[in-house]
């Protein structure tokens, strides 16, 4: 399977990214889809999950409100859409599937197949 993420940049605060996420290999369907993020010196952290085959979606408390993570099951893709951009959210982001267990969807280590990742530079 290949996961293929794009979408990154550099954007003032306050602005907004669109990070997008094709497979190929797998459908995306059969599998929960998320985005994981990493910032310099910093442990990869769980930014947004969806569940398979369904439509219940999981966000860390620091984007809420502000991140929304979809699925286009025609183009086999899955995009976070991040609005209100803080300093905070600069990191490379990652898309990822798999199939964790829900008391370990934010567990990067429980997830199976991941994209290049894509660098998000949020400036004050």
């Known amino acids: 399977v290949q996961l293929q993420a794009c979408g990154g940049g550099l954007v003032q605060a306050g602005g907004f990214l669109r990070l997008a996420c094709a497979a190929s290999?797998?459908?995306?369907?059969?599998?929960?889809t998320g985005w994981f993020r990493q910032a310099p010196g910093k442990e990869r952290e769980f930014v947004a999950a969806?569940?398979?085959?369904?439509?219940?979606?999981y966000l860390a408390d620091s984007v809420k409100g502000r991140f929304t993570i979809s699925r286009d099951n025609a183009k086999n893709t899955v995009s976070l859409q991040m609005n209100s951009l803080e300093p905070e959210d600069t990191a490379v982001y990652y898309c990822a599937i798999g199939t964790p267990i829900l008391s370990e969807i934010k567990n990067w280590l429980m997830w199976s197949y991941w994209g290049q990742g894509t660098l998000v530079t949020v400036s004050s």
């Open positions: 969806l569940r398979k085959s369904g439509g219940t979606t």
């Open positions: 290999g797998r459908t995306l369907w059969n599998y929960a």
